[in-house]
């Protein structure tokens, strides 16, 4: 009896600093997995700002180009001819800057309309129902940039409502 409460006067403290590291150890790797997670989770929303500004850059620029110019020019009554080469000189390289950011619908309507263009210098002419589709699918693409414009107005001052 004498020899085994002697050893356990030995083993129990080894067997609690055990015990402590392991409940440390593991609080401490859940602790850590936490703040990770938040970490990334605000690395994740910066990049994700940074990218909507960019894009908002981008359609603010484009905007800024589209009132200096008309693009849908008057050939007589109620036709309209497309600008392509203010069009493939002074939009499109904006909006390809960052393609890849652009939300969905404008990239479609800038794809749509590079594709209806491309098919008119194939066919070698542009006659009016396709002057009328590009005049068309412009605007339509330049409504869309407005409306994410809006949105983001509309975001940002129910942010800065937040934070007053």
């Given at each position: 009896?004498?020899?085994?409460?002697?050893?356990i006067?030995?083993?129990?403290?080894?067997?609690?600093?055990?015990?402590?590291?392991?409940?440390?150890?593991?609080?401490?790797?859940?602790?850590?997995?936490?703040?990770?997670?938040?970490?990334?989770?605000?690395?994740?929303?910066?990049?994700?700002?940074?990218?909507?500004?960019?894009?908002?850059?981008?359609?603010?620029?484009?905007?800024?180009?589209?009132?200096?110019?008309?693009?849908?020019?008057?050939?007589?009554?109620?036709?309209?001819?497309?600008?392509?080469?203010?069009?493939?000189?002074?939009i499109?390289?904006?909006?390809?800057?960052?393609?890849?950011?652009?939300?969905?619908?404008?990239?479609?309507?800038?794809?749509?309309?590079?594709?209806?263009?491309?098919?008119?210098?194939?066919?070698?002419?542009?006659?009016?129902?396709?002057?009328?589709?590009?005049?068309?699918?412009?605007?339509?693409?330049?409504?869309?940039?407005?409306?994410?414009q809006?949105?983001?107005?509309?975001?940002?001052?129910?942010?800065?409502?937040?934070?007053?």
């Amino acid at each position: 009896m004498e020899v085994t409460l002697e050893l356990i006067k030995y083993i129990l403290p080894v067997v609690s600093a055990i015990g402590g590291i392991w409940v440390g150890g593991t609080l401490n790797l859940k602790t850590q997995k936490t703040i990770f997670k938040m970490q990334h989770t605000i690395e994740i929303d910066k990049i994700k700002k940074e990218n909507l500004f960019s894009v908002h850059e981008i359609y603010n620029r484009v905007l800024e180009r589209n009132g200096s110019k008309m693009m849908g020019v008057p050939i007589g009554g109620f036709r309209l001819e497309f600008n392509i080469e203010f069009y493939t000189r002074e939009i499109r390289p904006i909006l390809y800057e960052k393609y890849h950011l652009l939300h969905r619908d404008v990239a479609d309507g800038v794809l749509e309309i590079d594709k209806f263009i491309e098919k008119c210098k194939l066919e070698e002419e542009i006659d009016s129902k396709s002057q009328e589709y590009l005049v068309s699918s412009y605007y339509k693409l330049i409504d869309n940039i407005l409306i994410h414009q809006h949105s983001l107005r509309i975001g940002l001052n129910s942010t800065l409502e937040q934070l007053k």
